[in-house]
C-alpha cells in the first residue's frame, strides 16, 4: 500500500510540474519573453570619469552627497529609505539621518538604476519628468524645457542633471557650509555651487548652477589637485574636445555611460530560465511567473523587458511623509502634465532586482516585497483606514482615481502571493567579486570620503 | 485466515470501485476541476470588461491590458481539457457540471458568465 501510494505521489508531482512547464511555455510564447539583452561591460576612459563622478561628493554643493549616496551598490542602487535624505545627512542606506534640527524635504523613494539604457525606457521619475520623445533626433521633454543643455545622450544622462541642482538633494543652498572639508587650506568651505539666493527663474537658477558645477570640477585658472585629475580624465573621456568647450552635459554623459555598464543586471535565475535552461528556477518560482502573466495581471502594467511600461498608474497609496508640495500630498504625474486624470498617477517601476530595492512606493510606504504584492491584491486596502490623527489615509478623489484594472481585487491566496515573491526573487543578477571591484572605485579625485557601505552593512 | 481478509479486502475494493469509481475519480480532480472553472469564468468577465476598465489608459495599456486578458482565455481551454479527460475516463458530463456551477455559486459576478443562458 505504502508503494502504491508512494508511486501515485511521484505521478501526482511529475504531471504538475509538467503541466507547468508546458503553461509557462504557452505564455512565453504568447508574450515573446526573451532573456536580456545585456551589454557588455567595458572600462574604457569615459566609464573611469563617470565612475569618479558618480562617486566623488564633490559634486555637491556640500560637499556631503554623490549619486552613490541615495543609489547605493550594496543596496542595489537604491538606499533601504522610504524617502531619500541628501544633502545634510549623516550615516547611509537605512542608518542615514538628517543632521539636528533638520526635516526631511525629499518627497520620493529612491529609484533603482538598473537598465536604463534599454530602448524600452522611455521616462525617467517617478512622475516621468523626463521622457524621451525623439530618440534619433535626442529630443527629450524635461522640466528645463528650451533651457536643457544641447548634446545629452540619452534619458539617463538627462536624469543625471537633476540631483545636481535640487536643493534637498546634491546642491544645497545659498550660505551653506560644508562639514566635508577638503585638504587644506578648503576647512569649512562656502558652498560655491549657489551663488545667490533669488534668480529670475528657476531655469537661470539651474543653468546658473550647472555653470559652477563644472566650474568646480575642472577649475578656471588657479588649478587644485582634483581640477588637474579630472581634466586628465575628461580629455581622454573626450578626445579632442577643448576645456573651454566642456559643458555640465559632458559630466552628465560619463555618469550616463558609467550607470548603464555598471548596473545591468547580469546573469539573472529568470533570463537562464528563458535561455532554455529549465531548472534554472524553482517550482515555485515557475507558479509565481505563472501568476504574474495570468490571474495575477502583473504583466498589465509590469510588460517588456524591464518589466514596466513606463507608463503611469494610481495603485492606492495613501500619501506618507513630506509629500511633493511640501503639505504632505504627491499628486504624480499631474504635477508634471496638470491633466486631471494623472493625478496620484505614477510609473510603474522596472522589476528588475526588486527584491533589493525595498520599501516600495513612490513614499517608500510598504517595506517588503510580500507586503508590495499583497497590496497590488487589493489596491483599495487603505481606503477606508485612519490615521492617528483621525482623519482617512486616503482623500475621496485619491480613490476614486485608482487604476479600474486592479479596483476589484485579484483575490490571490497567500500562497500564489509567496510563489509571485518566488518569481521576483529570480530577477535578482548575481554579483562577482571581479565585477565589485571594477565598479567601486578605490578613491575619488577630490579625496573626499567614498560612500560605501562596510562589511557588516551589506 | 489471511489469505480469506486479502480475497475480501480485494472483492469489496473491486465492488467499491465498479460501484463507486466515477465519484471516486471525480474526487481526485475536484479540486483542480473547481479551480480551473473560476479561472475560466474569471477569464471570461475580466475579457468582457476591459473596454471599461481601460478607458482612461494609454494604447500601450490598453495592449498589456487585451494580451494579459487573450492569455487568460488559455484556462477555458484547459478547463475543456480536463472535462473532455474526465468523460473519456467515464465520468457523467452533468456531475462535472453540477461541480462547475457550485465552483462559482458564491461568486455572483461570475455566475452570468457562467449560468446556462435561458
Known sequence: ?458 | MKQLSIIFLLTSLFAGYALFGDDMKLTFYKADLLEQEKLCQNAKRDFMQQDNITINESDETKINVFMNAKYNMNTCYDLELLRSKLISEGISPEKIKYLELKAIESDSSLIEFAAPKT
Open chain 1, 1 to 458: 500500500m505504502r508503494i502504491l501510494l508512494f508511486f501515485v505521489a511521484i505521478f501526482t508531482i511529475v504531471s504538475c510540474s509538467n503541466n507547468t512547464d508546458i503553461k509557462l511555455d504557452r505564455a512565453i510564447k504568447h508574450y515573446n519573453l526573451k532573456p536580456l539583452a545585456v551589454r557588455k561591460f567595458e572600462e574604457d576612459p569615459k566609464y573611469r570619469l563617470g565612475q569618479a563622478l558618480f562617486f566623488d561628493t564633490i559634486l555637491s554643493g556640500n560637499r556631503d552627497t554623490s549619486c552613490a549616496t541615495c543609489h547605493l551598490w550594496g543596496r542595489a542602487s537604491s538606499d533601504n529609505l522610504p524617502v531619500s535624505i541628501g544633502t545634510y545627512g549623516k550615516g547611509l542606506a537605512e542608518n542615514r539621518f538628517l543632521d539636528e534640527g533638520r526635516t526631511i524635504e525629499h518627497p520620493r523613494n529612491s529609484l533603482d538604476l538598473w537598465n536604463r539604457d534599454n530602448n524600452s525606457v522611455r521616462a525617467l521619475f517617478w512622475d516621468g519628468r523626463v521622457e524621451m520623445i525623439d530618440p534619433d533626433k535626442r529630443i527629450f521633454r524635461t522640466p528645463m524645457e528650451d533651457y536643457l543643455p544641447a548634446g545629452l545622450d540619452n534619458t539617463l544622462a538627462v536624469q543625471a542633471l537633476f540631483p545636481l541642482v535640487r536643493p534637498d538633494e546634491m546642491l544645497g543652498r545659498f550660505g551653506d557650509r560644508s562639514s566635508n572639508d577638503l585638504l587644506f587650506p578648503h576647512n569649512n568651505q562656502l558652498n560655491t555651487l549657489v551663488t545667490r539666493e533669488a534668480f529670475s527663474s528657476e531655469k537661470e537658477r539651474i543653468l546658473d548652477a550647472n555653470r559652477q558645477i563644472l566650474l568646480r570640477i575642472l577649475g578656471d585658472t588657479d588649478l587644485e589637485y582634483w581640477h588637474i585629475k579630472y581634466r586628465e580624465m575628461f580629455d581622454k573621456a573626450y578626445p579632442g574636445v577643448s576645456h573651454t568647450n566642456f559643458t555640465v552635459a559632458h559630466i552628465a554623459n560619463a555618469i550616463s555611460h558609467f550607470e548603464e555598464l555598471a548596473f545591468a543586471t547580469r546573469q539573472t535565475d529568470w533570463d537562464d530560465f528563458l535561455s532554455g535552461q529549465k531548472d534554472a528556477i524553482s517550482k515555485e518560482a515557475k507558479a509565481g511567473a505563472l501568476l504574474f502573466y495570468g490571474k495575477g495581471k502583473c504583466v498589465a502594467c509590469h510588460s517588456g523587458p524591464l518589466m514596466s511600461d513606463f507608463n503611469y498608474h494610481n495603485l492606492g497609496i495613501p500619501d506618507h511623509g513630506p509629500g511633493f508640495d511640501g503639505n504632505g500630498k504627491d499628486y504624480g504625474r499631474y504635477t508634471v502634465t496638470g491633466n486631471e486624470k494623472d493625478k496620484y498617477r505614477f510609473r510603474t517601476p522596472p522589476l528588475r532586482n526588486v527584491s533589493r530595492t525595498a520599501p516600495y512606493f513612490h513614499n517608500g510606504i510598504i517595506t517588503n516585497l510580500r507586503d508590495a504584492v499583497e497590496h497590488i491584491n487589493d489596491v483599495t486596502f487603505y481606503s477606508d483606514k485612519y490615521k492617528d490623527d483621525g482623519n482617512f489615509m486616503m482623500r475621496k478623489d485619491q480613490i476614486r482615481s485608482i487604476s479600474p484594472i486592479l479596483k476589484s481585487g485579484l483575490e490571490l491566496s497567500d500562497v500564489e502571493i509567496e510563489q509571485i515573491v518566488t518569481f521576483l526573487e529570480s530577477l535578482e543578477s548575481s554579483i562577482t567579486q571581479d565585477l565589485f571591484t571594477k565598479i567601486m572605485p578605490a578613491s575619488v579625485p577630490s579625496n573626499l570620503e567614498i560612500h560605501r557601505l562596510n562589511e557588516e552593512e551589506l
